[in-house]
């Protein structure tokens, strides 16, 4: 399993339920990265896309409260659910794509960290737990500093030495 996140420089992700900044650079790696791919996410994160829809081109996999049922995607209601539910796929085709306190539950489960760290301080509300301060995570690759929309940002490949199996 995979993650992918945008991180400004204090590793905020997010303010009132929406990301920090409009990367069009950042948004294009994302696209690439998870399309035809199977994405997991917990229900804020869905009700945070245009019309609370599902990423298109992509199986959408949302962990939501009790009661929470939709037709245009698949919805579990606990972590059980959501294990039997990615059994029928690829794990290297799973990737972890929010919001805060499903990166946490699922980070440690994560083999690959796909973070873009932006060269910014998104006055964010909620954070993403530093990788560099953690033992089993080592930065493999960086970009080149790139420029989108008026911000420096690096495209950044973790790896987990120690995955936990989900």
Not at 33 to 51: D, E, H, R
Request: glycine share 4%; net charge negative.
């Amino acid at each position: 399993m995979k993650l992918i996140v945008a991180v400004d420089k204090n590793w905020g992700i997010g303010k009132k339920n929406d990301l920090l900044f409009s990367i069009p650079l950042d948004m294009k790696f994302f696209r690439e990265t998870t399309a035809n791919k199977v994405v997991i996410m917990g229900y804020n994160t869905l009700l945070s896309f245009p019309n609370s829809k599902p990423l298109k081109n992509r199986v959408n996999i949302v962990l939501a409260p009790e009661g929470v049922e939709r037709d245009d995607c698949t919805i579990v209601h606990t972590l059980d659910q959501l294990r039997l539910a990615l059994k029928d796929y690829n794990t290297n085709e799973v990737f972890v794509i929010g919001g805060a306190m499903f990166y946490r539950t699922m980070y440690p489960y994560c083999d690959e960290a796909y973070i873009t760290r932006v060269d910014a301080d998104g006055e964010a509300e909620v954070f993403f737990d530093n990788l560099d301060l953690l033992d089993n995570w080592t930065r493999n690759n960086i970009s080149e500093v790139l420029e989108s929309n008026g911000y420096s940002l690096q495209f950044t490949l973790y790896k987990n030495s120690k995955p936990l199996i989900f």
